[in-house]
């Protein structure tokens, strides 16, 4: 009897009270999510201020850091990151606000920060992980000679090349992300990867060397295949971010609606 009227009294608790600790919940999950993105964000200035500072001779050459994949991913990511800070600023600044233009024009900010993670931060940023790293292990000197040892630092290369991934990953587990139409987000990620080649090839052919060690130590067939499998995997990796995403959300609305199920008597 007496656990049967505790159970009433639980039960008709005002709703206010039962989505309190709901509501504390979730603000200090935004307080959170914020908090590590302006973190994420101020280390990606820290290593593009620091590589800038850096005086390589490749700087000072036709196209300057802008030639260098990694660079480009680089600030990608930084303006990734600092439309993620400016969403979280404008979130707080419009919430409980009935402007109408506010509010769209948030949602707009958002669309473009899940476009951004979508078709370049996330397959661009893993796509310069994985590709550094196994051609690094295979032969360094196809990628990044030790003649860079004494320019740049081993943080700084790290920094560069290895904590891309696990902030990306950090800003898809901790928000939720709608990508566009697969087959506009394939076209677009084609676009970038196709734009990117371009580049290299001018590059070389104003230059007469190739941005990338490895290009002057395989055909032209060669380049053409390795050019295509380049843009295949950029393509994958998008594909791969999109089921991750949905895994991931999916599988925690699952999880919080078996929280939110009554139990059976």
């Given amino acids: 009897m007496i656990m049967t009227a505790m159970t009433k009294e639980m039960t008709l608790q005002p709703p206010g009270l039962a989505q309190a600790p709901r509501a504390v919940h979730e603000a200090f999950a935004h307080a959170h999510k914020s908090v ?10 820290s290593i593009l201020c620091n590589y800038k500072a850096i005086e390589m001779p490749a700087h000072k050459t036709y196209g300057g850091s802008w030639k260098f994949l990694t660079f ?9 990151f600092g439309i993620c800070v400016l969403t979280d600023l404008s979130s707080l600044l419009t ?12 949602k707009k900010l958002i669309s473009l920060r899940d476009w951004m993670l979508a078709v370049l931060a996330f397959p ?3 796509f310069v992980v994985t590709v550094f790293w196994s051609i690094y292990i295979y032969d360094r000197e196809m990628v990044y000679p030790k003649l860079l040892d004494n320019f740049i630092p081993a943080w700084l290369n790290h920094g560069m090349h290895t904590t891309v991934l696990p902030f990306i990953l950090i800003e898809m587990r901790t928000s939720h992300h709608q990508y566009p139409s697969r087959s506009c987000g394939l076209a677009a ?3 970038f990867a196709v734009g990117y080649i371009l580049w290299v090839c001018w590059v070389h052919h104003v230059t007469g060397i190739w941005v990338y060690p490895l290009l002057e130590h395989i055909g032209p067939g ?7 499998i380049a843009t295949i995997l950029m393509n994958l990796l998008y594909l791969l971010g999109e089921v991750l995403n949905n895994y991931i959300w999916d599988t925690q609305k699952s999880m919080e609606e ?3 199920r009554p139990k059976s008597e």
């Fill in 222 to 228: 060669a380049k053409i295949t390795f050019f295509g």
């Fill in 258 to 260: 078996c929280k939110e």
């Fill in 36 to 45: 590590l993105r302006v973190a994420i964000l101020l280390s990606y200035c």
């Fill in 189 to 191: 990620v084609c676009t």
């Fill in 124 to 126: 661009v940023g893993v």
């Fill in 72 to 80: 480009i991913d680089l600030v990608i990511q930084a303006v990734f």
């Fill in 95 to 106: 919430r409980g606000s009935s402007n109408q233009e506010q509010e769209r024009q948030l």
